[in-house]
């Protein structure tokens, strides 16, 4: 069954032995039903088809990876979980062994910088589409079949059951579908699993890929050839915004970007790939990307909404993995693992569901009890009040502290003359006539309660 069909193909099929491979000979069905290509759905391809079931993997893209915009990185664990001999196999860039956290003011910075053993690897810089592609082959030498540049338009139902897909040509049938369609996920709507998605509970991201030679990427980076670095901006064009910025390093390529929620660039006439082009001409970025050529932009869409934003999960022959189930944790950059684990808990339901032959609404909330148990759910609702507190502080936080920390160290690592003793006095007295002492509670207060919901609550 390694082999990929294109619709024209997936449509002529129905009684042709071909077909009978993946889809059995009464109208079009097959056991599951994936739509989208991306880590979510592939890594429940994986599962289920690793477990001898009939898997599709319906992707409107030209191949799996196509339409797929990310940071930069896949993390070992969750990966190794899922292919555990990923680090042999698969097209990875770097081994990231450091990070790096800059405060960027208007034109100066801070940097805090963690550097670990080369020898471990937390995660690893990718290519999307080389990386997505990669797994796709593994689903179908696992026996999956991938159906590319196929649109579901919607979802088909018998009751309030799911019983199939609607695509633009054809209806097909399955015991389960998954829904791994993305941030957008206009079937998860269909069926009344979530409602619009609020402005604030969705981040714009832009990137480009700026190539560069190797041993530039290296002497700039401080690091060896197989080795790669993270950044994180804070601030610079996004100061008193809620975005960040990323940096990524590839074998011979950067990656940067940002992301900025929805509600930051309304009604503003601020278009996202300005406030990129002002990082990458920032005194401390400027230099790292210098006599790169741009051989790629693309923009993606990221929930944002957190825990107090989730979806409906699972229902009668259907679930919704990845970021068409909001499952990001936006304060660690980390969505591309939650989207592989979550794909293999609803691969590992399936196959729970297809062995009791029983698709019901009951049976696929396995689905949501092995999400609570996982690192998923328990990291979500740790932060499920941050970005309450973001919304609220952003200002605050985003700004007036950012500017603080650049001048603190800018007093601290002056040397003119001036006693020590007054510097610091002069910037205290200054710090608290900004922002006022009634300011400064109210600051803490939220701080204190955010952090009480992340450690005891």
């Known amino acids: 069954m390694n082999k990929k069909y294109s619709i024209i193909q997936f449509t ?7 077909t009978k491979e993946f889809m059995s000979e009464r109208t079009n069905k097959t056991d599951v039903i994936i739509v989208g290509g991306g880590p979510a759905g592939l890594a429940a391809a994986v599962t289920i088809a690793r477990a ?20 930069g990185a896949i993390y070992t664990d969750a990966t190794r979980e899922i292919f555990p001999n990923f680090e042999q196999t698969a097209p990875l860039e770097r081994k990231n062994i450091e990070h790096k956290f800059a405060i960027l003011g208007e034109d100066d910075s801070t940097i805090i910088s963690y550097r670990k053993n080369p020898k471990e690897a937390i995660s690893y810089s990718v290519i999307r589409g080389k990386f997505d592609r990669w797994m796709a082959e593994e689903a179908e030498k696992a026996g999956a079949v991938i159906v590319e540049e196929t649109v579901v338009r919607e979802l088909i139902l018998e009751g309030e059951k799911v019983i199939g897909v609607r695509t633009e040509i054809e209806d097909y049938y399955a015991n389960i579908v998954i829904l791994a369609d993305g941030v957008n996920s206009l079937l998860s709507k269909q069926i009344g699993f979530r409602k619009d998605i609020k402005p604030k509970d969705v981040a714009l991201s832009v990137k480009e890929v700026i190539k560069l030679d190797k041993n530039i ?41 940002l992301g900025i929620t929805l509600d930051e660039l309304n009604g503003t006439g601020i278009k996202p790939y300005e406030l990129l082009d002002k990082i990458k001409e920032h005194p401390t970025i400027a230099p790292l990307i210098k006599g790169g050529e741009t051989v790629e932009y693309s923009a993606h869409l990221i929930p944002e909404g957190g825990y107090k934003k989730l979806p409906k999960l699972s229902g009668a022959g259907v679930m919704v993995a990845g970021d068409a189930a909001m499952l990001v944790n936006n ?50 609702y740790t932060y499920r009040n941050l970005m309450d507190v973001m919304h609220d502080k952003k200002s605050v936080f985003m700004d007036f502290y950012f500017k603080k920390i650049n001048a603190f160290f800018e007093m601290f690592t002056s040397v003119n003359g001036i006693p020590k003793r007054q510097l610091y006095r002069t910037f205290i007295f200054d710090f608290l006539k900004e922002r006022g002492i009634c300011g400064l509670l109210s600051d803490g207060w939220s ?11």
């Open 12 to 18: 002529k099929q129905t009684l042709a032995n071909d």
């Open 52 to 71: 001898g079931y009939e898997t599709v993997v319906i992707e409107r893209g030209s191949f799996a990876g196509s339409k797929n915009v990310f940071g």
């Open 217 to 257: 990427i290296n002497d700039r980076f401080l690091i060896n050839d197989d080795e790669g670095c993270i950044y994180e901006l804070f601030g610079g064009s996004m100061l008193s915004k809620l975005g960040l910025g990323f940096i990524y390093t590839n074998k011979d390529s950067v990656s940067i970007g």
């Open 331 to 380: 304060m660690h950059w980390e969505g591309t693992n939650l989207a592989m684990i979550s794909g293999k808990i609803a691969g590992e339901t399936a196959v729970f569901a297809l062995s009791k032959n029983d698709f019901s609404e009951k049976i696929l909330a396995k689905y949501n009890k092995e999400l609570e148990k996982s690192f998923i759910m328990k990291d979500l």
């Open 447 to 457: 701080v204190l309660k955010l952090i009480w919901s992340i450690l005891i609550k």
